[in-house]
Every structure is written in structure tokens, then in C-alpha cells.
């Protein structure tokens, strides 16, 4: 069964930093994009950052040049390094995998979620 398991999150102080990290266990296809997406209270879930199987990476314009996605997809596991964190940066942080069109592949998967709290 596939699953992203989640790491890292919790409370940090304005400026700080933090570091996420997820991997898709137990599948024998390699997801096509993978990231990370947020949600506050009352919003939307919103992409953070994904990475494409060949390296390319988009950012939301929130956070670019704060926050860095490394990892490869071909290891089906990314990390999420956050920087200068801002109080609006509070969020559940969910990791997400995409296997495209690969056929007998599961479709997009979810982690459970991890809680971002950044506040003095």
C-alpha cells in the first residue's frame, strides 16, 4: 500500500527555520511531481513547491527565496527547508505525490498533514 510519510513541522519564532520531509513507501512507480501544498484555517489548500521527475521546481511567489525543495523523485523523497518564516507561513503542510499517466499507478497521494506554527 502506498503511503507519504511526513516529518518535521511544529513551532518556530518569526525568522526561523524549520525542515520537512516526506516519502512515498511502497510503490514501484516513481512520482512525476512532488511537493508540498498548505492550508490555513478558512483557505484553500495552496501549492508550496513541487519538484518534476526531471528537476525542475516551481514555488509559490509567497515563498520563493525563503523556502528550498531538494530531493529526488527518482528516491521517491523530497525535504522542505524553510527559512525566515513569517507568522502568515502557519499552516498544515501537506506532502503530495503525482504519478501521472503511468499505467497501474496510483493516483495523487496526500500525507496526512503536519502543523507549521510560527508565532513569538
Known amino acids: 500500500q502506498v503511503q507519504l510519510v511526513e516529518s518535521g513541522g511544529g513551532l518556530v519564532q518569526p525568522g526561523g527555520s524549520l525542515r520537512l520531509s516526506c516519502t512515498a513507501s511502497g510503490s514501484t512507480f516513481t512520482p512525476w511531481y512532488m511537493g508540498w501544498y498548505r492550508q490555513s484555517p478558512g483557505k484553500e489548500r495552496q501549492v508550496v513547491a513541487m519538484?518534476?521527475?526531471?528537476?525542475?521546481?516551481i514555488y509559490s511567489i509567497s515563498v520563493k527565496g525563503r523556502f528550498t525543495l531538494t530531493g529526488h523523485n527518482a528516491n521517491n523523497t523530497v525535504f522542505l527547508q524553510m527559512n525566515s518564516l513569517k507568522p502568515e507561513d502557519t499552516a498544515v503542510y501537506y506532502c503530495?505525490?503525482?504519478?501521472?499517466?503511468?499505467?497501474?499507478?496510483?493516483?495523487?497521494?496526500w500525507g496526512q498533514g503536519t502543523q507549521v506554527t510560527v508565532s513569538s
Open positions: 503530495n505525490a503525482d504519478f501521472g499517466l503511468q499505467i497501474g499507478a496510483p493516483g495523487p497521494m
Open positions: 519538484k518534476s521527475i526531471n528537476g525542475s521546481t
